[in-house]
């Protein structure tokens, strides 16, 4: 058996009900074969797979908190420090019910080889809760959010481990949560990302993750001599990532023609009105049924939906595996042309094969979604040097950052004789610069 086949096989006896975290795993060494076989010898006496696919860390906890009618409620916290060996770990905090250790260590995973991607140094983590702030007063999001921080405080620090938001997490919770790391360290430093301007927060970190998408999809399509200009998008997903990719293609000459919720989705043919999604969802934080009022042209459905309408680009912007085998056969048949993931993991294995074999250019989300870590990572150097920069000079450099990443994944895909799998290019560039490392620091 191969030494990947042996590690994988190891992975999902070691780590039962983690399917996330087999897929994840499954995914990236799958993609390495190449590179792994080139140095079986070595890596299997190094037993760099092993290390590579065990966390450094990982942290759970109890999170006790009072509900508003005076019920203590207990959650669980979960904190996955992965890989440091390229800088300090960083990665955000989901806040959903569906989270659990092996979805923390699917993003954790990814999260090694994204950050590595972005030629910033920081390693990879995750965290998060099962806590659900939908519905929740803000009291009841503080009181969990400064008991969540008590226990994480112990192991985080701007040098060692810096969180940032994810989903059910936004500049709400990350400032509750700083506020109590403050009390609690008396430190004032960048310890999380994603803050508010007033208190140490990066001008363009709110847009980066969307943006970024759309810099990479555009810089992705001049080089095969097309651009986004006249395109019709569909996105899936109405919170941060989507949001700002809908605004960021709109910029660039695109139409959006849908958005999507938990609950159901939104066809606007005359192009989403990005004023009245970030009003529904980020001031009054409502369902998109409320979107018809804004425009009545527009068309509500309940359930999923989106990738039945036809399209050029296909951004899901959601969560992960939203986009399966029978949504990729319909945008095939649609005539999708580029597949960019804004969600970590948001297309199921089987769907982006489909994809790839049928000629859609697909960008995975841990390269075309690291714009928002990168710029993370701009706010951690902001932070140390007691500064800030203009919207502009980040929104610069996020672009600069976008650019060299796709050049990066494209060189190691045509290294190796894949042009255009930016699958194999990402997690091949991404595995090179975290392998170096490592065996730069001795057996680690
Ligand atoms: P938000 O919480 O702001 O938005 C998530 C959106 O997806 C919401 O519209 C939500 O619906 C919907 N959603 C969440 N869970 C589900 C589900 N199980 N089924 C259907 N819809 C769902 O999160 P973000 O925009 O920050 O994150 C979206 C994705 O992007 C995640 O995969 C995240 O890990 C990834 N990502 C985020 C980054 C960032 O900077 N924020 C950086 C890199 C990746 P509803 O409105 O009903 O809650």
Request: net charge negative; glycine share 10%.
């Amino acid at each position: 058996m191969s030494y990947v086949d042996e590690v994988i096989e190891r992975v999902i006896k070691e780590n039962p009900n983690e399917p996330e975290f087999h897929q994840a795993v499954r995914e990236v060494l799958d993609s390495l074969r190449l590179v792994v076989d080139a140095n079986e010898e070595q890596f299997r006496k190094d037993a760099l797979l092993e290390r590579i696919v065990n966390p450094e860390r990982q942290i759970k906890f109890r999170v006790p908190w009072v509900d508003d009618k005076g019920q203590v409620q207990v959650n669980t916290g979960y904190r996955v420090q992965f890989n440091s060996s390229i800088g300090p770990y960083k990665g955000g905090i989901r806040l959903h019910p569906s989270v659990n250790l092996g979805i923390i260590k699917f993003l954790g995973f990814e999260q090694v080889f994204k950050n590595s991607l972005t030629g910033l140094p920081i390693g990879g983590g995750k965290g998060g809760s099962d806590f659900d702030p939908k519905g929740k007063s803000d009291r009841e999001v503080m009181a969990f959010c400064q008991s969540f921080m008590t226990e994480l405080s112990k192991y985080i620090g701007a040098d060692t481990d810096v969180p940032a938001g994810d989903i059910g997490t936004g500049a709400r919770e990350i400032g509750y949560m700083f506020g109590q790391y403050k009390r609690l360290r008396n430190l004032y430093e960048g310890v999380l990302t994603g803050k508010g301007l007033s208190y140490g927060g990066s001008l363009a970190r709110t847009e980066a993750t969307g943006y970024g998408l759309l810099y990479i999809t555009e810089e992705m399509l001049k080089c095969h001599g097309d651009s986004i200009e006249g395109k019709t998008v569909v996105v899936s997903g109405a919170g941060n990532v989507a949001t700002y990719a809908i605004q960021k293609a709109q910029q660039l000459g695109a139409k959006v023609v849908t958005c999507s919720d938990s609950t159901g989705w939104v066809y606007d043919p005359d192009g989403i009105d990005v004023d009245a999604l970030k009003e529904i969802k980020e001031v009054k934080r409502a369902r998109l049924t409320e979107y018809k009022n804004y425009r009545p042209n527009s068309e509500y459905h309940e359930g999923k939906g989106v990738w039945s309408v036809k399209c050029d680009i296909a951004l899901p912007c959601a969560t992960q595996n939203e986009l399966n085998i029978d949504d990729a056969k319909v945008l095939v048949a649609n005539g999708v042309a580029v597949v960019a993931e804004g969600a970590n993991m948001p297309t199921t294995a089987d769907a982006t094969e489909y994809l790839q074999a049928n000629g859609v250019i697909f960008l995975p989300g841990k390269a075309a979604n690291a714009g928002g870590v990168a710029t993370s990572a701009l706010e951690m150097s902001q932070n140390s040097e007691r500064l800030s920069w203009s919207f502009e000079e980040v929104d610069a450099k996020l672009k600069g950052i976008m650019v060299n990443l796709y050049h990066n994944i494209d060189d190691a895909a045509k290294k190796y004789g894949f042009e255009d799998n930016f699958v194999i290019g990402a997690n091949i560039a991404g595995f090179e610069k975290v392998v170096n490392a490592m065996n730069a620091q001795g057996i680690v």
